[in-house]
T-cell receptor, first 115, second 114 residues
Framework: DVKVTQSSRYLVKRTGEKVFLECVQDMDHENMFWYRQDPGLGLRLIYFSYDVKMKEKGDIPEGYSVSREKKERFSLILESASTNQTSMYLC??????????????FGPGTRLTVT | GDSVTQMEGPVTLSEEAFLTINCTYTATGYPSLFWYVQYPGEGLQLLLKATKADDKGSNKGFEATYRKETTSFHLEKGSVQVSDSAVYFCALSDLWSNTGKLIFGQGTTLQVKP
């Protein structure tokens, strides 16, 4: 089975701190994604990566950056955390694009609170 | 652009009731369609999928049929259980996209009462 793990289930940080959220997948997937999930807003794509060192902005990249130095690991970075970044963060991975039925596999999520 | 519209929730049912959660989509190309489920405090899990018109996806008693003529992918289950209480997301991907992105609906909360 595909396994996507996230470094923390719950995280509490202070405003202005630099925050790292880590995601690791064990199935050699090319694509990796970071979403945030907020009540009433569904899932919103922050960034995604289709190869090592490659990244593209999603729908809400402002205030975030990402890093993908190894194929299995995709990090989300909040350079200076703010209270409006309090949210559930979900990581996902999938096989390379262009495949029929190319589903994404999700990690358990990190609930981040910024105070 | 491509989009997915789900019925608003919450949907509240009694145990053993019939479930339908509506999902319609707008897309260019030939998307694959998915239903994901999110149990409280967890990430999303793939429930079922369909990759071409008239395909029926099924899993754990849930079914959905890819209807190209009505651009729909409604989720159904004949007899729900309390353990089916969760948030359900409909999603689509574009076979011809080179990004692997999925477009999600807003999610529908299902509450099943004993």
């Amino acid at each position: 089975d595909v396994k996507v793990t996230q470094s923390s289930r719950y995280l509490v940080k202070r405003t202005g701190e630099k925050v790292f959220l880590e995601c690791v997948q064990d199935m050699d997937h090319e694509n990796m994604f970071w979403y945030r999930q907020d009540p009433g807003l569904g899932l919103r794509l922050i960034y995604f990566s289709y190869d090592v060192k490659m990244k593209e902005k999603g729908d809400i990249p402002e205030g975030y950056s990402v890093s993908r130095e190894k194929k299995e690991r995709f990090s989300l970075i909040l350079e200076s955390a703010s209270t409006n970044q309090t949210s559930m963060y979900l990581c996902a991975s999938s096989l390379s694009s262009g495949r029929v039925g190319n589903e994404q596999y999700f990690g358990p999520g990190t609930r981040l609170t910024v105070t | 652009g491509d989009s997915v519209t789900q019925m608003e929730g919450p949907v509240t049912l009694s145990e053993e009731a019939f479930l339908t959660i509506n999902c319609t989509y707008t897309a260019t190309g030939y998307p694959s369609l998915f239903w994901y489920v999110q149990y409280p405090g967890e990430g999303l899990q793939l429930l079922l999928k369909a990759t071409k018109a008239d395909d029926k996806g099924s899993n754990k008693g849930f079914e959905a049929t890819y209807r190209k003529e009505t651009t729909s992918f409604h989720l159904e289950k004949g007899s729900v259980q309390v353990s089916d209480s969760a948030v359900y997301f409909c999603a689509l991907s574009d076979l011809w996209s080179n990004t692997g992105k999925l477009i999600f609906g807003q999610g529908t909360t299902l509450q099943v009462k004993p």
